[in-house]
């Protein structure tokens, strides 16, 4: 799912759709397509959405407005709000910025959304794959998370 590097728009948005859906939690689009419902358990979901554009996202962006939506129309006392990021598609991972400036960050965690970057994802999705367990604990710690930016940290 080296998708989730590279794209934007439908491609990528279909790629976490596919690497939650690894993760075993039955992930479901909103009605509009706005947002991806992501369950942890029975009670506990994950209102993730995907932000679109390169680059790292101001506080002013339309992404940080649809996760502040997503809050207000879907999310539950058990739900934690996502913002899956790309950063600049163009370069490799490792040499990306931070997807989102350090103004949106703070606004952001404020709120209680958390920023997941697309490589974080792809890293959990790969991780899935051999570790299901493993995985499926950091998406718990994902949601335990009361926003701003979430790593993982593997130790291998």
């Known amino acids: 799912r080296r998708v989730l590097f590279r794209s934007s728009g439908a491609s990528l948005a279909e790629a976490v759709h596919e690497a939650f859906t690894a993760l ?6 909103s009605s509009d397509g706005s947002f991806l419902t992501v369950r942890v ?27 502040f939506r997503a809050l207000q129309e879907a999310a539950g006392p058990e739900d934690r709000a996502v913002l ?6 163009q370069l490799p991972p490792k040499e990306r910025a931070d997807s989102v400036t350090p103004e949106a960050l703070e606004l952001l965690k404020r709120m209680g959304v958390i920023v997941l970057p697309s490589p974080t994802l792809f890293n959990l999705w790969t991780l899935s794959l051999t570790e299901l367990n493993e995985a499926r604990t950091y998406l718990e710690l994902l949601h335990a998370q009361d926003g701003g930016a979430f790593k993982l940290k593997t130790g291998k």
Not at 24 to 29: A, D, L
Not at 55 to 65: E, I
């Open 84 to 89: 899956v990021t790309t950063g600049d598609r």
């Open 24 to 29: 075993k939690t039955e992930p479901e689009w």
């Open 41 to 67: 358990d029975a009670k506990r979901r994950l209102i993730v959405h995907v932000a679109g554009g390169d680059g790292p996202l101001d506080k002013r962006s339309d992404a940080v407005t649809a996760a």
